[in-house]
């Protein structure tokens, strides 16, 4: 689509400032070429280095399997002020608390999440998927075959992660007081409970796609296997 590296770069800049979300490489290399793909990194590391050099108050940055440009951290908070969004941002401590459980023993279903956090987790874990920071990922073998829940791009994207493998282990997780039970009982759990659930989620998946047509939750996540009857 374009014949220089400058003309490649800088619709490569456009691209990516005019997404709100991560470009894959396949992604942009169906609008700038085939041979883009090679030379992405080399684009990125030049644009990036064309800001740092003008002094720009963002960057690129890989993330969530893509890449999308962001503001710098020392920009962070004006613009959060200025936008007035900091507070809505911001997720509550029972939010974090159930993210940390699905996160970290996922797949897991609803009454997993409520056995570790002690409380019900009904509200909680409807705001997650409606802020798409989890989606229904199956359904368990287990009595009533329950869904089961696991995290999403949105996911690595709201913390800055490139896969699941950047979680920190849970013994380097600095803690409140208050969430040190749910600490301690997650770690108890991820050696006894995953493995299962996680079969289970790949012989009864959700499709979504029938699921947006029949208003089940809505949650975007891509699964090739079968249609749950």
Do not use: C, W
């Amino acid at each position: 689509m374009t014949d220089t590296f400058d003309e490649r770069l800088v619709m490569l800049e456009a691209l990516l400032f005019a997404s709100e979300s991560p470009q894959t490489p396949n992604r942009i290399s169906q609008f700038l070429g085939r041979s883009v793909r090679k030379e992405l990194p080399d684009l990125i590391q030049a644009l990036n280095d064309n800001y740092a050099d003008a002094g720009r108050s963002f960057r690129i940055r890989e993330i969530a399997e893509g890449y999308q440009m962001y503001l710098m951290p020392t920009y962070t908070r004006a613009v959060e002020k200025f936008l007035s969004k900091q507070k809505e941002r911001r997720l509550s401590q029972a939010a974090l608390e159930t993210l940390a459980v699905v996160a970290y023993k996922q797949p897991v279903t609803r009454a997993d999440v409520e056995h570790v956090r002690g409380v019900n987790s009904d509200g909680v874990i409807s705001s997650l998927l409606e802020r798409k920071l989890t989606a229904i990922v199956g359904r368990s073998h287990k009595v009533g075959r329950p869904l089961l829940y696991g995290t999403t791009k949105q996911f690595l994207e709201y913390f800055g992660l490139k896969s699941l493998e950047e979680l920190p282990r849970l013994d380097e997780l600095a803690l409140p007081e208050e969430t040190s039970m749910v600490k301690s009982q997650v770690e108890l759990n991820l050696d006894n409970g995953g493995d299962d659930d996680q079969r289970e989620a790949a012989l009864y998946p959700i499709d979504n796609e029938e699921d947006e047509k029949t208003g089940i939750m809505g949650q975007e996540i891509a699964l090739e296997t079968d249609v749950i009857e």
